[in-house]
């Protein structure tokens, strides 16, 4: 029973409960109509103390898309936080006016204080370099359509793994089913967080490498998870600009790859994905971007017991 749970953590829903979500997202895309009014009354308050152009837009376009309304904010200078008024504060205060909340923050936890104040649920809608599990509830349901299923699979995943927290929170889902192999693939700069290496895949044997060049791997990749190097989350300007390009997926680099994997990427992308690589079959990052309305639709739904 999801009605009234908050969403912080990708590890929140057990497997069970994330199938709930995936089967209501595919009957969402079969048949729109039917839930089109489910969240007539609802209102979404997006809570957006970060840029964003994906997650906010689609979490709003998925509450109007299920009949309901829309407050929020994308520029905290224009509220009250500018005054100096703390999440808890706001959130309390929020949650006298919408259903739900969706909130995106710079510091790592400030969702989850939300929601231990919160009398309505919580979606972190991405938290710092931490983690982001809607973005994950799109990974799996893009992964899920297109191959079939979210076992067997080597996953690389090529980046900025120290920030990314798209990166985190995969593979803390992935880690679940059965099966599934990382390639981890990063400058050393930029590796995987301990927590993420010892917690997550050491502690679970789960079966992970880690590289420096895409071009070594690619062929034995069923998943290619291309990420951004991270420039906001940087202390120092000369590291970003050191470390920006350290991977290019090109044309090149593409005909190593196996003709079924698929490429991914969370987006926005910068210089990580040659705009050639775009008009390949395995290039799934702009269906991605869509499946995360539908992901989104269906996790309001669940939350707020409409269906
Ligand atoms: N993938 C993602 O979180 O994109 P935005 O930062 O545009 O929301």
Known sequence: MLKGKSLIDPMDFSIDELEEIFKLA???IENPEQYSKI???KILATLFYEPSTRTRFSFETAMLRLGGQIVGFSEPNSTSVSKGETVADTI????CYADIIAMRHPKEGAPKIAAMYSE???INAGDGGHQHPTQTLTDLLTIRK??????NSTI???GDLKFGRTVHSLIKALSRYKNNKFILISPNELKIPNYIKKEILEKNNIDFVEAK???DVIENLDILYMTRVQKERFFNEEDYIRLKDSYILDKEKLELAKKDMIILHPLPRVNEIDYEV???ERACYFKQAKFGMYVRMALMAKLLGVV
Do not use: H, Q, S
Request: with cysteine; glycine share 14%.
């Open 26 to 28: 595919d009957d969402i």
């Open 278 to 280: 775009d008009e390949d």
């Open 39 to 41: 969240a007539f009354g």
């Open 156 to 158: 690389g995943i090529c």
């Open 92 to 95: 309390r205060v929020v949650g």
């Open 120 to 122: 309505v649920p919580i």
């Open 146 to 151: 297109i191959k079939g299923n979210l076992n």
């Open 213 to 215: 060049k895409l071009e």
